[in-house]
């Protein structure tokens, strides 16, 4: 069922694309949007276990670099019957984790500096647990697309915004008018965001689950995010220069926790951390955890 309705809010994020390419640049503008979605689609699905890396400058690990770390997720993907992923380092304080590829096959699980420090083995097994289970149930490429959407979406903003200020005339075609102007600069964005949200949110509780499943124990994931949270709170949040609102979705928790991103809990790229715990005591208690 969630897959379903993933399926549907990705067919809306394009469909948005193609009327906001509409508004701007008329008949041809929107053709134009249509052509680009399926090339952002295809280039997302060949090189989205590069992109992401790329632009938080994670640094590939050798099991030399991180002997204990990469075996823990060697046993993990393991249990989960899934390839040895690429293992990353991110250099930042910030504890949080990633994980990107378009199939099992061809992906990365990304964690950073600050999260290895802070967390047990056993909080860190249920972190990448999490992750793994977004490669297993290849969540990593819809989210992937869906940021570069969304981030295609906020430029042809940008760009609509520009155009009325500098004064584009009611008849012109690409234009729209001053209302479709509007809409393009106010709701667009707004919308994409919200369907971005709504895809991050209906995959986290599954992955939540299924990585309690593969650590063996769910309580290892729940105190996990419990610290994670916390040190959210304590720590300044990752700077933009670091983390991009677009992309944030990809993390287990919100990297801009705290910044005006999340200023309300609609926009919020992640459950809310108490009810996603309080589901993991509640599979611990059911497995006798």
Not at 126 to 141: C, N, P, Q, Y
Request: net charge neutral; aromatic share 6%.
């Amino acid at each position: 069922m969630n897959m379903i309705k993933t399926t549907m809010l990705m067919a809306l994020m394009m469909i948005l694309l193609v009327v906001l390419g509409g508004v701007v640049g008329g008949k041809g503008g929107a053709l134009l949007m249509f052509v680009i979605s399926l090339a952002m689609n295809f280039f997302s699905y060949w090189f989205s276990d590069s992109i992401v890396l790329k632009m938080y400058g994670a640094r590939p690990l050798t099991e030399s670099d991180a002997p204990e770390l990469y075996r823990l997720v060697a046993d993990l993907a393991a249990r989960a019957s899934l390839p040895m992923p690429k293992v990353c380092l991110i250099e930042s304080q910030t504890p949080n984790a990633f994980a990107t590829g378009r199939d099992p096959s061809h992906a990365a699980v990304a964690v950073t500096r600050g999260i290895v420090g802070v967390l047990s083995r056993e909080e860190l097994s249920g972190v990448l647990a999490h992750e793994l289970s977004h490669i297993k149930h290849r969540d990593t490429l819809i989210s992937t697309i869906a940021a570069a959407m969304g981030s295609a979406i906020s430029m042809l903003a940008y760009m609509a915004q520009w155009s009325a200020i500098f004064g584009r005339s009611d008849d012109d075609e690409g234009a729209g008018g001053i209302v479709g102007t509007l809409l393009a600069v106010l709701v667009a964005p707004l919308a994409a965001t919200i369907i971005q949200l709504a895809i991050s949110r209906s995959r986290e509780y599954d992955a939540d689950k299924a990585g309690g499943e593969i650590c063996g124990n769910p309580r290892y994931l729940a105190r996990a995010l419990e610290k994670i949270s916390s040190a959210a709170q304590a720590l300044p949040p990752m700077r933009e220069a670091e983390a991009r609102p677009a992309t944030s979705n990809l993390f287990i928790i919100n990297p801009l926790a705290g910044s005006r991103q999340a200023f309300m809990s609609l926009f919020s790229t992640h459950p809310p951390t108490a009810e996603r715990i309080q589901r993991l005591e509640e599979q611990a208690r059911l497995l006798g955890r």
